[in-house]
T-cell receptor, first 110, second 116 residues
Framework: QQPVQSPQAVILREGEDAVINCSSS?????VHWYRQKHGEAPVFLMI?????EQKGHDKISASFNEKKQQSSLYLTASQLSYSGTYFC???????????FGKGTRLHILP | GAVVSQHPSRVICKSGTSVKIECRSL??????MFWYRQFPKQSLMLMAT?????????EQGVEKDKFLINHASLTLSTLTVTSAHPEDSSFYIC????????????FGSGTRLTVV
């Protein structure tokens, strides 16, 4: 089942904050977050496995709610380099594959 | 960190011909690799799971006879687009996961296929 991402697109000025959400009607085994720049491959940001988990590095962090049906990616004091499309993905442990959401396009203006 | 190499990065071919795309895990072994297709400004659509030493597992709606997958070793998977048509033009990306790594999937740099 494909996770649902929102918003579809965000335009920010450098230094502003952004939140990207990823949700599912059923509990997720895990949530992956990736960033893809135009014409490039997606790059892994982080994975969350436990309900209530929060994880982050630098100014990019993420949370996974207790019911494991929603995850949010937080980008604080955004930088120009944060521009790109962000995908969340979920995997089925029995099938060892990941299904991605439709993505959120983030554009940072100077 | 884990590195996945994909070649070629761009290919243009004529309708009716076949194109082979290679995906290699450079510093880890991958019993499973994944092939995705991506249209402009759209998500990554999983096409198939490549299994070392056995048949690939295709997602619903993906033609296995058109998209041939071979995973002959623990570091190499190939995708062959057979009898290519213009509608096969797309961005194809492979990925794999290093079981000893951070839990995430590493992607190849992608192949831009244009069928003319």
């Amino acid at each position: 089942q494909q996770p649902v991402q929102s918003p579809q697109a965000v335009i920010l000025r450098e230094g502003e904050d952004a939140v990207i959400n990823c949700s599912s009607s059923k509990a997720l085994y895990s949530v992956h977050w990736y960033r893809q720049k135009h014409g490039e491959a997606p790059v892994f940001l982080m994975i969350l496995l436990k309900g209530g988990e929060q994880k982050g590095h630098d100014k990019i962090s993420a949370s996974f709610n207790e019911k494991k049906q929603q995850s949010s990616l937080y980008l604080t004091a955004s930088q120009l380099s944060y521009s790109g499309t962000y995908f969340c993905g979920t995997e089925k442990p029995t099938e060892d594959k990941i299904i991605f959401g439709k993505g959120t396009r983030l554009h940072i203006l100077p | 960190g884990a590195v996945v190499s994909q070649h070629p990065s761009r290919v243009i071919c004529k309708s009716g011909t076949s194109v082979k795309i290679e995906c290699r895990s450079l510093d880890f072994q991958a019993t499973t690799m994944f092939w995705y297709r991506q249209f402009p400004k759209q998500s990554l659509m999983l096409m198939a799971t490549s299994n070392e030493g056995s048949k690939a597992t295709y997602e619903q709606g993906v033609e296995k006879d058109k998209f041939l997958i071979n995973h002959a070793s623990l570091t190499l998977s190939t995708l062959t687009v057979t009898s290519a048509h213009p509608e096969d033009s797309s961005f194809y990306i492979c990925s794999a996961r290093d079981r000893q790594g951070n839990g995430g999937y590493t992607f190849g740099s992608g192949t831009r296929l244009t069928v003319v």
